[in-house]
């Protein structure tokens, strides 16, 4: 089936910091790969996305490339604001009419002055 | 209008309550969803409307009963709960059209207590 793993968290950083955080993923054909962003007491916010292999999502000042030879979709930063803490999640989906989102379990950043 | 609302944002509830949770799009979208957060834990789909009709029933409890009215609306009626049952519920929608481009939009969540 499919499935996304997340490194676990919570990632601790200070404020101007570099971020990775991890992701990789097992599905069956091509699916659509996604970040999306959980602040405290929030629904979900889309962050970034790619569609296909190569394809590089990048949003105020994140990206992830999607790497089908390492089944990859990291989250970097090159410099995190303490605006930046929250819970990212790492999903798939398959292209099949709706989306059917598959998350990984989640990884909590925090950022510190 | 990109937003997906939810009301109401709490909910508290007791086992033998009946409530329903309300969710609304105005973006023409045709699939509308149910997940279920608990504290802590990834979303996890319960159910997906595509052109109001259920498309998907992630094996959820007959306690939990979606409708959708009409393309715009999509409740969520709740009887008997049990305290496990308390968590963050989530709408979103999205387009149908099987692209790569598809994307779902969230609402802001109902978090739900049962006791």
């Known amino acids: 089936g499919n499935s996304v793993t997340q490194m676990e968290g919570p990632v601790t950083l200070s404020e101007e910091a570099f971020l990775t955080i991890n992701c990789t993923y097992t599905a069956t054909g091509y699916p659509s790969l996604f970040w999306y962003v959980q602040y405290p007491g929030e629904g979900l916010q889309l962050l970034l996305k790619a569609t296909k292999a190569d394809d590089k999502g990048s949003n105020k000042g994140f990206e992830a490339t999607y790497r089908k030879e390492t089944t990859s979709f990291h989250l970097e930063k090159g410099s995190v604001q303490v605006s930046d803490s929250a819970v990212y999640f790492c999903?798939?989906?398959?292209?099949?009419?709706?989306?059917?989102?598959?998350f990984g379990t989640g990884t909590r950043l925090l950022v510190s002055p | 209008d990109t937003e997906v609302t939810q009301t109401p944002k709490h909910l508290v509830m007791g086992m033998t309550n009946k409530k329903s949770l309300k969710c609304e799009q105005h973006?023409?979208?045709?699939?509308m969803y149910w997940y279920k957060q608990k504290a802590k834990k990834p979303p996890e789909l319960m159910f997906v409307?595509?052109?109001?009709?259920?498309?998907i029933n992630e094996s959820v409890p007959s306690r939990f009963s979606p409708e959708c009215p009409n393309s715009s609306l999509l409740n969520l009626h709740l009887h008997a709960l049990q305290p496990e049952d308390s968590a963050l519920y989530l709408c979103?929608?999205?387009?149908?059209?099987?692209?790569?481009?598809?994307?779902?939009?969230f609402g802001q969540g109902t978090r739900l207590t049962v006791v």
């Open positions: 999903a798939l989906s398959r292209n099949t009419g709706f989306q059917k989102l598959v």
């Open positions: 979103a929608s999205s387009q149908v059209d099987g692209t790569p481009n598809t994307e779902a939009f």
């Open positions: 973006m023409g979208h045709r699939a």
């Open positions: 409307y595509s052109y109001e009709k259920l498309s």
